[in-house]
Nanobody, 115 residues
Framework: QVQLVESGGGLVQAGGSLRLSCAASGMISSLNAMGWYRQAPGKQRELVAAIARGGSTNYADSVKGRFTISRDNAKNTLYLQMNSLKPEDTAVYYC?????????WGQGTQVTVSS
């Protein structure tokens, strides 16, 4: 089992920045991959960014150049630095962890970007 707890969401004006954190209950270095997803009202959950065990990353086209995913294995924490935020980034952001035996989700944190 992996427990994930997100934090760092909030209300920010367009053009601003936020950093999301996801604290994991176990050693994240043993996970196959971790990622951030988001779900806006009335829309499907979508991948925002992911980082593999080896450190390779991938991003949704809509956030490339603005968001950065990173992790601190010593702190068992995943981060998402979000810069130049836009109103269309408004959503609940979820942390995700993938192990060979299953996929785990956090409870989500709300990000609201005002215009």
């Amino acid at each position: 089992q992996v427990q994930l707890v997100e934090s760092g969401g909030g209300l920010v004006q367009a053009g601003g920045s936020l950093r999301l954190s996801c604290a994991a209950s176990g050693m994240i270095s043993s996970l196959n991959a971790m990622g951030w997803y988001r779900q806006a009202p009335g829309k499907q959950r979508e991948l925002v960014a992911a980082i593999a065990r080896g450190g390779s990353t991938n991003y949704a086209d809509s956030v490339k150049g603005r968001f950065t995913i990173s992790r601190d294995n010593a702190k068992n924490t995943l981060y998402l630095q979000m810069n130049s935020l836009k109103p269309e980034d408004t959503a609940v952001y979820y942390c995700n962890a993938v192990k060979p035996v299953g996929t785990y989700w956090g409870q989500g944190t709300q990000v609201t970007v005002s215009s």
